[in-house]
């Protein structure tokens, strides 16, 4: 008896290793906004158009099961599965880890592009590094990551709320939903990583240091970064700045907030390089406390340049507001090391930025979603 109950403990043991070693489906939505399933369209037997999955895994050689008509390996990390209309479920084969079966929330469309992103074990959805490459022309292959956070999408009430304590007339409180999940920069864009990019030469900032945010640009300056980082990109998705919206949500803790009053905490000094403890400029990244996500710096150090115009808040909800469709100014968002006031530190305060302008103490955050 005590040998059979030996062996059945050792092998719960056993089973409990091989399910920590599973694969996990971490992210699967449609998204309308992808036209690639029509756009580069495989038919069924009967010549019907299938729906195409674009599988994230970065995991070679994995095959794939279940009503499908094709599939390919696209970039290396990325894998285009074409399925019939209808399609239910799929199993994902690799020869590393046990089939993994998927059932999807609701069937396979005809025409429509779906993202799955399936992650291995010990990989962490709440944190991702997107990868760069560059050949200098020697031959040489240079490769740079870049850590982003998670921000699942949500509701919440953006602009002067209560803990705001704002009487500003241009944060109006109004209620925003964020329908798309999105990895945001944990850090501010360095030095590092702008030279990376952009080329040493093309670094202008007055406070030099390789982890030190990168400062002294313009919002036009932020554009020619956004489309040079794309063209680097390892795999899917797109670099770009985050809009109004995006950059508040992410510094409310997003999917996690607390409704502090500065991103990550109601003491200003626990989380942000400021005026008060730290008027010759700003630091190395990631030297404060980090807000519920993981990004540092949100508040202090470098103010952050979004995309939208800058205009007053209406009280009215919105759903992935982009800001208005014309206007002067853009905005920027967060505070910096030359702020005076602390009421100019706030997660809801907001600043214009001319965008042909450069300031001294502006920099950036960048947005990557598929």
Same mark, same amino acid.
């Given at each position: 008896?005590?040998?059979?109950?030996?062996?059945?403990?050792?092998?719960?043991?056993?089973?409990?290793?091989?399910?920590?070693?599973?694969?996990?489906?971490?992210?699967?939505?449609?998204?309308?906004?992808?036209?690639?399933?029509?756009?580069?369209?495989? !038919?069924?037997?009967?010549?019907?158009?299938?729906? =195409?999955?674009?599988?994230?895994?970065?995991?070679?050689?994995?095959?794939?099961?279940?009503?499908?008509?094709?599939?390919?390996?696209?970039?290396?990390?990325?894998?285009?599965?074409?399925?019939? *209309?209808?399609?239910?479920?799929?199993?994902?084969?690799? *020869?590393?880890?046990?089939?993994?079966?998927?059932?999807?929330?609701?069937?396979?469309?005809?025409?429509?592009?779906?993202?799955?992103?399936?992650?291995?074990?010990?990989?962490?959805?709440?944190?991702?590094?997107?990868? !760069?490459?560059?050949?200098?022309?020697?031959?040489?292959?240079?490769?740079?990551?870049?850590?982003?956070?998670?921000?699942?999408?949500?509701?919440?009430?953006?602009?002067?709320?209560?803990?705001?304590?704002?009487?500003?007339?241009?944060?109006?409180?109004?209620?925003?939903?964020?329908?798309?999940?999105?990895?945001?920069?944990?850090?501010?864009?360095?030095?590092?990583?702008?030279?990376?990019?952009?080329?040493?030469?093309?670094?202008?900032?007055?406070?030099?240091?390789?982890?030190?945010?990168?400062?002294?640009?313009?919002?036009?300056?932020?554009?020619?970064?956004?489309?040079?980082?794309?063209?680097? !990109?390892?795999?899917?998705?797109?670099?770009? =700045?985050?809009?109004?919206?995006?950059?508040?949500?992410?510094?409310?803790?997003?999917?996690?907030?607390?409704?502090?009053?500065?991103?990550?905490?109601?003491?200003?000094?626990?989380?942000?390089?400021?005026?008060?403890?730290?008027?010759?400029?700003?630091?190395?990244?990631?030297?404060?406390?980090?807000?519920?996500?993981?990004?540092?710096?949100?508040?202090?150090?470098?103010?952050?340049?979004?995309?939208?115009?800058?205009?007053?808040?209406?009280?009215?909800?919105?759903?992935?507001?982009?800001?208005? *469709?014309?206007?002067?100014?853009?905005?920027?968002?967060?505070?910096?090391?030359?702020?005076?006031?602390?009421?100019?530190?706030?997660?809801?305060?907001?600043?214009?930025?001319?965008?042909?302008?450069?300031?001294?103490?502006?920099? !950036?955050?960048?947005?990557?979603?598929?």
């Amino acid at each position: 008896m005590n040998k059979v109950f030996a062996t059945l403990i050792l092998l719960g043991i056993s089973t409990l290793g091989v399910a920590a070693q599973t694969l996990k489906v971490s992210d699967f939505h449609q998204d309308p906004s992808d036209l690639t399933a029509r756009a580069k369209q495989e !038919l069924d037997l009967n010549g019907t158009p299938c729906g =195409l999955i674009k599988v994230s895994l970065s995991v070679p050689d994995a095959k794939f099961e279940g009503d499908i008509i094709k599939q390919s390996d696209e970039g290396k990390s990325e894998y285009w599965v074409y399925m019939i *209309d209808g399609a239910s479920y799929i199993n994902i084969k690799t *020869d590393d880890y046990p089939v993994l079966r998927y059932d999807f929330p609701e069937n396979i469309k005809s025409n429509c592009t779906y993202v799955m992103d399936v992650i291995r074990p010990g990989e962490n959805p709440a944190k991702r590094t997107i990868t !760069l490459r560059y050949d200098d022309g020697t031959g040489s292959e240079l490769t740079y990551k870049v850590p982003m956070v998670l921000a699942r999408a949500g509701r919440f009430e953006m602009g002067g709320t209560m803990e705001q304590a704002s009487d500003m007339k241009d944060e109006t409180p109004h209620w925003v939903r964020i329908t798309r999940d999105f990895y945001i920069g944990e850090t501010e864009v360095t030095q590092e990583l702008w030279d990376f990019v952009m080329g040493a030469d093309r670094n202008y900032s007055l406070i030099k240091g390789a982890k030190h945010p990168v400062d002294n640009i313009s919002w036009n300056d932020a554009q020619e970064f956004i489309e040079a980082i794309n063209q680097m !990109l390892v795999g899917v998705g797109k670099f770009r =700045l985050p809009t109004e919206a995006e950059w508040e949500y992410a510094a409310r803790g997003a999917h996690k907030m607390r409704r502090t009053k500065y991103s990550g905490s109601d003491i200003l000094d626990e989380v942000a390089w400021t005026y008060a403890n730290s008027p010759e400029g700003h630091h190395t990244v990631g030297g404060r406390k980090s807000n519920e996500i993981g990004a540092y710096d949100m508040t202090g150090n470098v103010t952050e340049l979004c995309q939208d115009f800058k205009a007053d808040f209406k009280s009215k909800e919105l759903t992935d507001p982009q800001g208005p *469709d014309t206007g002067k100014n853009r905005t920027k968002r967060g505070g910096s090391y030359d702020c005076k006031k602390d009421d100019e530190y706030r997660i809801s305060y907001r600043r214009r930025a001319i965008p042909e302008e450069r300031h001294p103490s502006t920099g !950036l955050r960048i947005v990557w979603q598929r």
